[in-house]
Protein backbone atom coordinates (compact mmCIF):
# COMPACT_ATOMS: atom_id res chain seq x y z
CA UNK A 1 0.00 0.00 0.00
CA UNK A 2 1.45 3.42 -0.78
CA UNK A 3 0.10 6.99 -1.02
CA UNK A 4 0.86 9.37 -3.01
CA UNK A 5 0.61 13.16 -2.69
CA UNK A 6 1.27 15.78 -5.70
CA UNK A 7 2.53 19.33 -5.78
CA UNK A 8 4.09 22.06 -7.80
CA UNK A 9 1.37 22.74 -10.07
CA UNK A 10 -0.40 26.50 -11.20
CA UNK A 11 -0.31 28.93 -13.66
CA UNK A 12 2.44 29.57 -15.62
CA UNK A 13 3.27 31.41 -18.81
CA UNK A 14 4.10 29.74 -22.09
CA UNK A 15 7.93 29.67 -21.96
CA UNK A 16 8.21 28.95 -18.49
CA UNK A 17 9.02 26.43 -15.87
CA UNK A 18 7.31 24.47 -13.17
CA UNK A 19 8.59 21.78 -10.78
CA UNK A 20 6.08 19.15 -9.56
CA UNK A 21 6.59 16.43 -6.84
CA UNK A 22 5.38 13.43 -5.69
CA UNK A 23 5.64 12.38 -2.14
CA UNK A 24 4.99 8.69 -1.33
CA UNK A 25 4.20 7.15 2.01
CA UNK A 26 6.84 4.58 1.63
CA UNK A 27 10.44 3.97 0.44
CA UNK A 28 10.41 4.80 -3.30
CA UNK A 29 13.27 2.31 -3.07
CA UNK A 30 10.73 -0.26 -2.52
CA UNK A 31 8.71 0.63 -5.46
CA UNK A 32 8.77 -1.18 -8.77
CA UNK A 33 7.89 1.87 -10.87
CA UNK A 34 7.07 5.76 -11.01
CA UNK A 35 6.29 8.34 -13.20
CA UNK A 36 3.98 10.94 -13.92
CA UNK A 37 1.18 10.44 -16.26
CA UNK A 38 -1.03 13.95 -17.59
CA UNK A 39 -4.97 14.13 -18.64
CA UNK A 40 -6.54 16.64 -20.39
CA UNK A 41 -9.86 17.37 -20.91
CA UNK A 42 -11.57 15.07 -23.84
CA UNK A 43 -7.93 13.31 -23.75
CA UNK A 44 -7.15 9.78 -22.56
CA UNK A 45 -4.60 9.77 -19.60
CA UNK A 46 -1.03 9.49 -21.31
CA UNK A 47 2.58 8.78 -19.71
CA UNK A 48 4.65 11.82 -19.18
CA UNK A 49 8.08 10.36 -17.66
CA UNK A 50 8.61 7.38 -15.51
CA UNK A 51 11.59 4.79 -13.68
CA UNK A 52 10.63 1.75 -14.49
CA UNK A 53 12.02 -1.73 -14.23
CA UNK A 54 15.71 -1.15 -13.54
CA UNK A 55 15.63 1.96 -13.22
CA UNK A 56 14.98 2.80 -17.00
CA UNK A 57 13.56 6.14 -17.54
CA UNK A 58 11.01 6.77 -20.45
CA UNK A 59 9.47 10.40 -21.58
CA UNK A 60 6.41 11.03 -23.56
CA UNK A 61 6.98 11.91 -27.34
CA UNK A 62 5.84 15.49 -26.89
CA UNK A 63 7.62 16.29 -23.69
CA UNK A 64 10.67 14.38 -24.48
CA UNK A 65 14.12 17.27 -24.11
CA UNK A 66 11.77 19.07 -21.92
CA UNK A 67 11.26 17.82 -19.05
CA UNK A 68 13.24 15.72 -16.80
CA UNK A 69 12.37 13.19 -14.44
CA UNK A 70 14.22 12.79 -11.00
CA UNK A 71 13.81 11.39 -7.56
CA UNK A 72 15.24 11.72 -3.88
CA UNK A 73 15.27 8.20 -2.18
CA UNK A 74 15.91 9.94 1.59
CA UNK A 75 12.53 11.98 0.75
CA UNK A 76 10.78 9.17 -1.14
CA UNK A 77 9.98 12.14 -3.44
CA UNK A 78 9.79 12.24 -6.96
CA UNK A 79 10.02 14.67 -8.97
CA UNK A 80 8.79 16.55 -12.51
CA UNK A 81 11.21 19.67 -13.74
CA UNK A 82 9.30 20.32 -16.78
CA UNK A 83 10.70 23.62 -19.10
CA UNK A 84 9.63 25.32 -21.99
CA UNK A 85 6.05 24.77 -21.23
CA UNK A 86 3.65 25.17 -23.96
CA UNK A 87 -0.36 25.74 -23.91
CA UNK A 88 -0.31 22.18 -24.86
CA UNK A 89 1.23 20.61 -21.82
CA UNK A 90 -2.34 22.34 -19.38
CA UNK A 91 -3.15 19.02 -17.92
CA UNK A 92 -4.16 17.45 -14.47
CA UNK A 93 -0.60 15.80 -13.87
CA UNK A 94 -0.90 12.83 -11.55
CA UNK A 95 2.15 10.50 -10.16
CA UNK A 96 1.77 7.08 -10.20
CA UNK A 97 3.51 4.05 -8.56
CA UNK A 98 3.49 0.31 -9.39
CA UNK A 99 3.84 -2.48 -6.89
CA UNK A 100 4.39 -6.01 -8.08
CA UNK A 101 4.28 -9.61 -6.49
CA UNK A 102 5.39 -12.84 -7.05
CA UNK A 103 1.24 -14.18 -6.61
CA UNK A 104 -0.88 -12.20 -8.09
CA UNK A 105 -1.03 -8.95 -10.54
CA UNK A 106 0.80 -5.66 -10.37
CA UNK A 107 -0.80 -3.19 -8.19
CA UNK A 108 -1.39 0.56 -9.14
CA UNK A 109 -1.94 3.41 -7.13
CA UNK A 110 -2.38 7.07 -8.24
CA UNK A 111 -2.29 10.47 -6.93
CA UNK A 112 -4.89 12.99 -6.35
CA UNK A 113 -3.29 15.15 -9.53
CA UNK A 114 -1.90 18.38 -9.38
CA UNK A 115 -3.37 20.75 -12.27
CA UNK A 116 -1.02 22.58 -14.65
CA UNK A 117 -2.08 26.10 -16.78
CA UNK A 118 -0.19 27.19 -19.46
CA UNK A 119 -1.38 30.16 -20.76
CA UNK A 120 -0.75 33.76 -21.44
Known amino acids: QVQLVESGGGLVQPGGSLRLSCAAS????????MGWYRQAPGKQRELVAG???????DYGDSVKGRFTISRDNAKNTVYLQMNSLKPEDTAVYYC??????????????WGQGTQVTVSS
Open 26 to 33: RSIFSINA
Open 51 to 57: FFSGSRT
Open 96 to 109: NAVLESAYGPPRVY
